[in-house]
């Protein structure tokens, strides 16, 4: 995916006058996508060992968070054969 993908405008809908939902669900899609940390980081100069100690950290947090949530949604299967048949 090249990278001015995610800048393509998003469009949210005002619906009878009430600005601050539209501008919560503007904040929720932006910030879903990315673009306000990107923003808040890009606000100061990061050294580049902070941005390495960053990115290793990210990437340690997306390992552990993909790993645990696939070991919540194999305990919380419904349908799984009884590990102890004769006890």
Known sequence: ??????????T???Q???VEAAYSVLNRIL????LVDAVRRRRYYEKPC????REAYEAC?????AEMSRKI???????????WLGC
């Not at 995916?1 to 998003?10: C, D, I, K, N, T």
């Not at 910030?31 to 990315?34: A, E, K, L, P, V």
């Not at 902070?50 to 100690?53: A, D, K």
């Not at 947090?61 to 968070?65: E, L």
């Open 1 to 10: 995916m090249a990278r001015h993908l995610r800048f393509v405008g998003r």
């Open 61 to 65: 947090r997306r390992v552990y968070s």
């Open 16 to 18: 009878n006058g009430d």
């Open 73 to 83: 949604s194999f305990l919380a299967r419904t349908v799984r054969p009884d590990p």
């Open 50 to 53: 902070r941005r390495r100690q």
């Open 12 to 14: 949210v809908m005002v």
């Open 31 to 34: 910030t879903q996508d990315g």
